[in-house]
């Protein structure tokens, strides 16, 4: 496609050159002391097709020598590593960040819309203090539950191994331990895995790295809030002899206005009752499946309503029943119910 002689000379007065990549921890490798290679105007971008500054080096030993593929703008807009795509913070494919946090920011694919797109986010990122992430990313939340609970803590640095020797699936290969692929059975080619696209992976569509982690996420056990509206009362079970009601304020004060921390110390397990609906439903969000005081992993989960309590009303209404008696047949229920 033709572009316009001012077009192209602004394309070519803005060719990256950078003294040192944007990578994450994964790609550079565990080795502190590496050698780069750096090749001025060495290739085009695989997103923007301008030439940028390409950078070549081995993440570490017995591992494949790795390259720059996007040049730093479409790294900057997208808050991701030049080599691998994924997202700088968590880990995680700008698919699944972009779901996480709720954003849709789409890049032009076209020619023309490319480069008028990257002109104005590259005054944005000029214009910025760099701390942050520039376009609809920058104004998205800093992280979500799904996010922290998918993204990868530690480098993972068995991505950067060889790949496999194709003359030794064959039975060809006379390198032996010298040979620098490595010698192991491929996978599966209907593998999803086995076909990624750099671009799908860029744009965040058909990225299927990226549709297996959001299936995984949507397996994930979740505490959803009870229809009755009235509920602002949280069970947590697994106290222990170490955790007491001070330690359970300390941590759910923050949420909101507690009325009452009642801990039945028989069975290890407390009901702490909010001012607000709100309160609560912010503590159950924050605390499920996370929650851990002193040492000790608490389980989290909704009390129970005024309706399920009724069905019992019979009995109820016929004795006198003391309220430390109906709290402790409360958590007891609940207890074995999460045996069961």
């Known amino acids: 496609m033709a572009t316009s002689l001012g077009s192209n000379t602004y394309n070519r007065q803005n060719w990256e050159d950078a003294d040192f990549p944007i990578l994450c921890q994964t ?61 700088l913070e968590f880990g995680l494919p700008i698919q699944v960040r972009d779901t996480g946090l709720s954003v849709k920011d789409e890049v032009p694919k076209s020619d023309v819309n490319k480069e008028y797109y990257t002109q104005n986010m590259e005054r944005e990122i000029a214009n910025s203090d760099g701390t942050r992430p520039v376009g609809q990313l920058g104004k998205a939340p800093s992280s979500s539950d799904m996010l922290l609970k998918l993204a990868r803590t530690t480098p993972y640095y068995k991505r950067n191994r060889p790949h496999i020797c194709s003359f030794w ?106 001012a607000t609906r709100q309160s609560a439903e912010m503590a159950a969000e924050k605390s499920f499946n996370k929650l851990i005081i002193n040492g000790r992993r608490l389980t989290v989960k909704w009390g129970r309503s005024q309706a399920a309590r009724g069905k019992e009303g019979s009995k109820k209404e016929s004795v006198r029943w003391a309220p430390d008696l109906i709290l402790y047949l409360d958590c007891l229920e609940l207890f074995l119910h999460l045996q069961l």
């Open 169 to 274: 699936v064959k039975g060809e290969c006379k390198r032996g331990e010298e040979c620098p692929y490595r010698h192991e059975k491929p996978t599966d080619p209907d593998d999803p895995l086995a076909d990624q696209n750099i671009k799908d992976r860029y744009y965040g569509i058909n990225d299927p790295v990226a549709d297996k982690l959001l299936k995984r996420a949507s397996t994930m056990p979740r505490l959803d809030p009870p229809d009755d509206k009235s509920i602002s009362t949280l069970y947590i079970g697994g106290l222990g002899d170490t955790v007491t009601d001070g330690d359970l304020k300390s941590h759910f004060y923050q949420f909101g206005e507690i009325r009452t921390i009642t801990i039945v110390q028989r069975q290890q397990c407390a009901f702490i009752q909010f």
């Open 27 to 87: 790609c550079l490798g565990e080795n502190p002391y590496i050698r780069m290679t750096k090749e001025k105007y060495g290739k085009e971008c695989k997103i923007c097709a301008r030439p940028f500054t390409v950078f070549r080096w081995c993440p570490g030993t017995r591992m494949r020598f790795k390259k720059t593929e996007v040049c730093q703008t479409c790294s900057k807009m997208k808050n991701v590593c030049q080599t691998c795509l994924l997202d």
